[in-house]
């Protein structure tokens, strides 16, 4: 097992995005826009382990999404250090929106993320658009969380 302080995390170059939106074909998310995005990728030494992202929504919102921890890679906290530098660098009066499935509430709760019911936060057009695309994509339970 590799030792977490190995677990490096910076932002994707644009010559990197062909890879990262290779990646995300090869489980069905949906591709990244470098532009719209600050797409964050886990090396461990040089190797590329795992990678996330925060979509501009608006002036105000946020979406933390695409989650992709390699299989080899699971278990050493890879995913955590890749929502903590996103969430870094989300701005602090930014509400961050997050669509994962349920089986994950528990590991988004730990970032202060919250059913979407539980607040009075109005639900941006593209996240409800989101939400809407990811229920009748995949087959596994998605939730609508938000974190501020």
Sequence with gaps: MQDIKEIIIQKASISEIDWVNARYKE???????????HIALAKISTIKCGLGRLTKI??????LGGMYVFDAYRGLGVAEKIVTYLL???GS???VWCLPFAHLLHFYAKFGFKDHTTTNHQIPDKIASKLHWCTTTYKDEVLLLVNN
């Design 88 to 90: 870094d660098h989300a």
């Design 58 to 63: 608006d002036q105000n919102n946020l979406e």
């Design 93 to 95: 009066k930014k509400k």
């Design 27 to 37: 489980v069905g998310f949906v591709s990244s826009n470098f532009d719209e995005e």
